[in-house]
């Protein structure tokens, strides 16, 4: 994404005569598309809510709601305030953005590529949103509600924003040549490392693995997947910053690597356990999305099924046989969707490359090393500072529920409110 | 006063209202409960992980009768909800010892 | 809003050879933003089925969602007909569009500002729909159903049609420059304010406040929060009728306001009763909604933010203070939420309002006055009207259910239905 | 479309020197319409599976969600791999598309009237998707997983691709002048038609018509309208393929007929059976949407109402008194709704059509005998290859599962998962 | 011990449950019935369709108490339970051999 | 024979049932309920506003047994279900006069 915007810049520099300059270098089918696309991610957050909280049982739908919902209200607010500054203000030594965007000052109508600035700040903000909030499907059913919003905060501005600013806010990382079209690296590897290094600090849930859990509304999951699906067109296609040809191809991979791999779990699943199942189904499709992500712009529909059903395999795996053998309690499976799915994504787009920008399979081997390089500085950012935030945290209020809170469930005892009343 | 109980598989309730219907009985007092017994219960599966659901559905059906009634009545259930396979269910019989009808505040074999 | 379609006109008429004039006046990039916003607008409509739906007892979830289904089904038809006609035909006295425009006669593809008539009038018709639906609230749980249709139909065209002519539709207010850039006091005051009407005429629910009525699926109040905030993206940046800066403002505004107002009212409730809760964030944020809706064009994300936070300690006082003392069962706070929320974001907007107009903060003192007369016009328009409108309907077929028929519920006795056959 | 295609095609073709030119013939506000309205009509699936899911018994719910969910999935990659080549490569003897476009070559950046090719190709796409979901209402509640597999796969490929090649493909029916502006015959009638077959080779449900069979969850079917109605607007306004006046036209035309026809059907079902009800509006939608599918962008508001309402009354006569005279179980209306609505809007248009057409009312009678012809080939082309499709699929695997399985549910039985653990 | 069940209509536990309070009963167990008597279901609609449904939501409530104190209980169950119109609901008594606290392992009254 | 029925706290529900079963229980029935005893319910928040819910979910277990193995099962669910705290709930044992398995007709102790 980051060439694009250069490209987007230097276009607008060079064609001062164009179409674009009569209107101010605003192009209206532009924005129209990246409005729609903000507007699409930002249903992702209340999808991932129900895709979530129909995992859970029953006892804790609503205290897993709460958690995208609330993130989604607290990270709009942090975004505005210093989040966006951090991630894209003025480059400081290729780690961090200044200040100087504070409380959007200086962020208006003029635009940024195409857009108005405030659109593209706006569009950003989503990605922050939701990737917080992917995060807490690791500890869900235990921790403490004060504990989710201090965490949240401190890892947006720790985690999320300089990581977002390394990659496309003008950091070393970008400068590298690491490709990630929308984010692979950044919300994905990045919310599944730190899922796994919560769910292993926070410990496992009450009664995990020897009482199964089952999902208590799987209709609400089904809901989520499909909000999901739905809004990562304007995740992937929209981050093409323009409703142009690059727009088409990353929508097409989006929704033909979602499809594969769905498909590809489905039959694993039938193949391994006798039946296809919905959960399945929906886990598949989301692992898709993941790993598709960072390559939806570059790569075309016959890679986009390798790449799908490559994610189909490897989550079912680390789901299935990997989480069990080592024992954490990642409640709803973050580190193997999103982790897992994000590291294929991430390689994958190393390998198969093949739209403005060259992979493995194309003739380019050197970008799969680069692409590795780009993964594991995430890693190690991840896995470092969301251990120290999680530490602070517990000094601060504590991480997880008294056992008697989590026997009650999160609703009563976090929000003294019941899903249902049937 | 007699109280017949019987545990039935779900999908056999109406076959058994019908039974009960067609010899007058019009009363009784239905619930939704789960059972655990030879029939075994089922696997489901979580994300290609398999557990065990040892809890079948099962429905309950109360029925107080006049004690001359309670054969016939276990008669029509033996009738109406046996498939024969395991997991048909049980019949409990046991004494009630005065039935009272809230509306009219009538006691015994008319409060039925 | 006006001032931009006025703006928008004008630019028309003096720019005849702008790249505008090269397709007849309409702009694919405006026009496509325009048709999205609709959608989105009109599924605000069955959000705010789900929104209410999951709030009320789970006896009359059909019939409390039925009654944004069908006036979705009903405004739709009454707006083609006449109720375009009575809001946006030309002007008589200030008071009432003309009747040239019934059965949509003369409205076609020509441009209306940069976009096709018919998807103005769409547009439009979408906010029509959500205001009558908005009121039902305040009746849920009792109301006879045919007295709703006849409530509905009434209310539109008396209240609806001709408020919105008086501040969009070249009436009086729109004149006297009361600023209302989505519909703070077409919209959600005239529909808070017939609310409370309403709920006092109609009387409150039987065992009401003795016997909790707690929400029996706060999932579908979630939903319906979801697509409501969703909706209002369009509600809001698609009333600057073009896909320009105007939008991303708004948009901005918009998000940030109801983000806010969420964390506002979660904390506030919070601290007043020990614990946070998902009903109270879905309510702030539906209140920050509502507060922004008429100074989204007008506001920077600072002053969203401050607006917000209004709304969000406002509406909670209305809601859980007010309400009880003064003892009337508005059932699901149409009148603590709309009508509060639009009061303070009609004056808020006079105080904040520093892009293309000026509030009081930014050096205009005037404009607070004219936003009070505004909401005061509003007021009492709704006031009279709706409960004139109640005492013919009550001639016609009743207001209420019976006792026996509330007690069943309205799903069994107005629709022979169930919710659920879990 | 057919026409529109053409238009356009031609307008490129004549003024290459127009604003078109400049960008290389994509246009972006028409880009960002149809990428939007792709997203929508995907969006239109998981609502089918919701609309179908929540009418079933609650032990039916994952497996009724399922079919919709996972042919959203198989659907997507046979259209890639050789879907769209068959329905839109080059056209052979006006049958069916050649292979050329197979695993999309050939298909990328490069304009398609004034969007990507790649825009176009999944715009259709999802089209293809959703024909083949509404199908399986008909046999819901009974079939083999392995058969809904098979099935699919079979006619999608036998008889969605070729019938979408005839009518907008290049085709004969095309070339014929048969108007469908947005799929009445491709998608609806062709649908209705192999539910109907479907439903009585496979044959009733078990205990059907003697057992009632209530909808477990009207608030899935609700939200499943909802996101039908929501999605459609890109169907139909977006088969404009631009965001214009037509586009305008189309979307007007969709909202109002819908509406229509929920409010005819609420009220023929309450003069019939004494209550209005909520499925009956959402079935009204439903069949309001698929009666105006075909007119879409050739009819006005007044004439949308009038095919709404017959859209209401005859498909409320075919699902409530002609179906069980006959004694099929078609379980959830696939051809009372569709194939009655279908039938009727493709004759409708043929009366009705005003903008860019004639119909018989607007002078030109010749139009509804072609409109028949378009009808009775889709009828004979979907009854008998639908008929040859489940023979042999009855081969392979079997249609129906077990008795035993019926009994004990499709959730259980085909898929191991349960829809709520509450 | 006598054990008294009584089945109700749903919207009158309230009512129920303040006149046993009243009377210091301090233990219950309520649940979830459908009955099935004089009273007769409703109709439901399904697309143009009518079909019947009998069953009738109940509330099941469970009181032990020492043999002294049933009649006491019946009384105001009759008085808080009673609408005057069919499907009030019945009151049966049974037996109880014997009950006991988990908590404590208390027996019989001391257990109530 | 004799019932026993008891009334747990749902989330014990797994221990007790592992505790039959170690013991050779090869039937139960259970089902939902809500109990309101010395046990306090809990608040409950709307839109700033506190109502009190007093019943709490609770699950009763019924287990028919031959007479001598009452005390033996009675003793597991005292084992089983057992948190010290107030409301782990009642045992009721009360006399069922005749079983039936309906799948077979057998009658008394060869039923369970
Ligand atoms: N001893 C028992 N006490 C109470 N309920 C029992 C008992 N044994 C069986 N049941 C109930 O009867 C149902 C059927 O019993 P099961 O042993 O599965 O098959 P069958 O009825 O063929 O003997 C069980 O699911 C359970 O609900
Ligand atoms: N013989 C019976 N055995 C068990 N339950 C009964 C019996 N008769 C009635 N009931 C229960 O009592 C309820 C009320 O009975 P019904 O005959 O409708 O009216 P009423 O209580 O006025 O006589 C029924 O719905 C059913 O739950
Ligand atoms: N007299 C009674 N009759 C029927 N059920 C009772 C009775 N007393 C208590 N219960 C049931 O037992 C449960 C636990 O009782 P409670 O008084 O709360 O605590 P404890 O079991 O510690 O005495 C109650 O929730 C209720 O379901």
């Given at each position: 994404m980051k060439i694009r915007i250069l490209a987007l810049l230097l276009g607008f520099v060079l064609l001062p005569l164009s179409a674009y300059a009569e209107e101010g270098g605003i192009d209206k089918g532009d924005t129209a598309w990246i409005l729609v696309s903000t507007a699409l991610v930002m249903l992702m957050t209340p999808g991932l809510a129900f895709f979530y909280g129909g995992m859970v049982r029953r006892k804790n739908v609503l205290g897993t709601m709460m958690h995208s919902f609330f993130i989604l209200c607290l990270i709009s607010v942090q975004w505005v305030l210093w989040g966006y500054s951090l991630a894209f203000g003025p480059d400081i030594g290729g780690i961090v953005g200044g200040l100087d965007y504070l409380g959007l000052n200086g962020v208006g109508q003029?635009?940024?590529?195409?857009?108005?600035?405030?659109?593209?700040?706006?569009?950003?903000?989503m990605f922050a949103i939701i990737t917080v909030a992917l995060i807490t499907g690791a500890f869900a059913e235990r921790l403490k509600f004060s504990a989710l919003?201090?965490?949240?905060?401190?890892?947006?501005?720790?985690?999320?924003?300089?990581?977002?600013?390394?990659?496309?806010?003008?950091?070393?990382?970008g400068d590298l040549g690491a490709l990630d079209f929308a984010g692979g690296t950044v919300v994905h590897i990045s919310s599944g490392v730190s899922a796994l290094v919560a769910a292993m600090v926070i410990g496992r849930r009450r009664g995990y693995p020897r009482e199964p859990m089952p999902p208590h509304n799987l209709g609400y999951t089904l809901l989520g997947t499909a909000l999901l699906w739905f809004g990562w067109f304007g995740f992937n296609a929209g981050s093409a910053l323009a409703a142009d040809g690059i727009a088409a191809v990353a929508f097409v991979a989006t929704n033909t690597a979602t499809a594969a791999a769905a498909l590809v779990w489905i039959f694993v699943e039938w193949a391994h356990r006798g039946k296809p199942t919905l959960l399945g189904g929906a886990s598949g499709a989301v692992a898709g999305l993941v790993a598709i992500t960072p390559a939806a712009g570059f790569v075309g529909p016959v890679s986009s099924i390798l790449i799908g059903a490559g994610a189909g395999v490897f989550c079912y795996i680390a789901v299935s046989i990997l989480k069990p053998r080592l024992g954490y309690d990642d409640s709803l499976d973050v580190f193997g969707i999103h982790g897992v799915g994000g590291m294929w994504g991430a390689v994958a787009t190393g390998l198969f490359a093949s739209v403005g920008a060259q992979g493995l399979f194309f003739g380019n081997a050197s970008q799969v090393g680069i692409q590795i390089v780009g993964v594991l500085a995430t890693v190690v950012l991840a896995t470092v500072a969301t251990f120290v935030i999680l530490k602070i945290t517990d000094l601060i209020t504590g991480l997880r529920v008294t056992e008697e809170e989590e026997v009650e469930g999160l609703d009563l005892s976090q929000h003294g409110e019941s899903g249902y009343n049937l | 006063m007699k109280k017949i109980e019987a545990i039935i598989k779900p999908f056999k309730l109406d076959d058994v209202k019908r039974a009960l219907q067609d010899m007058n009985i019009e009363g009784m007092t239905v619930s939704e409960v789960k059972g655990f017994g030879r029939q075994k219960g089922h696997a489901e599966l979580y994300r290609g992980a398999e557990y065990i659901v040892d809890f079948v559905p099962k429905v309950k059906i109360e029925i107080v009768v006049p004690e001359e009634n309670a054969q016939p009545v276990v008669d029509a259930l033996l009738g109406s909800a046996r498939t024969g396979k395991i997991g048909d269910g049980k019949i409990f019989i046991s004494t009630i010892d005065e039935a009272i009808r809230i509306r009219t505040g009538e006691r015994g074999k008319e409060a039925l």
């Open positions: 003029e635009p940024n590529g195409t857009i108005p600035h405030l659109a593209f700040m706006m569009f950003q903000g919003l201090i965490f949240s905060l401190l890892w947006a501005t720790i985690v999320y924003d300089p990581l977002c600013h390394w990659v496309w806010g003008g950091g070393w990382l | -």
